[in-house]
């Protein structure tokens, strides 16, 4: 069975989201689409809630979102005690995000990155492993954070 992972947008992400949407399928992988399903104006904060709501409940194990920059969503993601979403503008990046810090969902902005990066940086969070080792003391920090 396919790995499924969520995708969310607002507005400002809806291009983008769609296009990633078809890659992951067209690599493997099982997405599952939580809109915005237009380019209408939705709140940002609805959309991250969304996603985090399908990793917590188990029918996600990862997710990607989008909006116009990237900012407000990922900043939306992060309220979620359980959520470590990584913004994402190159490969290096993508890679660190997830050998280093276990990131659990990568932001794009719709608007600041071009669909070829996205979707290289796309296939690297997939594809790439935590290290663990001393990143995984740094990271079990965070889940102590969170529960503060």
């Known amino acids: ?42 709140d940002y904060p609805d959309m991250a809630a969304k996603l985090a709501e399908a990793i917590k409940s188990g029918k996600a194990s990862r997710g990607v979102l989008c909006c116009g920059t990237g900012i407000g969503i990922s900043i939306a993601a992060n309220r979620f005690p359980f959520i470590r979403a990584a913004l994402i503008h190159d490969a290096f990046g993508a890679r660190l995000c997830r050998e280093h810090n276990d990131a659990n969902v990568i932001v794009f902005g719709g608007r600041t990155i071009g669909t070829e990066v996205a979707y290289d940086c796309l296939h690297i969070f997939l594809t790439t492993a935590f290290a663990g080792g001393r990143h995984a003391r740094r990271v079990e920090k965070l889940a102590t954070i969170a529960k503060e």
């Open 1 to 42: 069975m396919a790995e499924t992972i969520a995708f969310a947008a607002d507005h400002g992400g809806f291009e983008l989201k769609n296009l990633l949407v078809e890659k992951v399928r067209a690599e493997g992988f099982e997405p599952l689409d939580l809109g915005t399903y237009s380019t209408d104006s939705v």
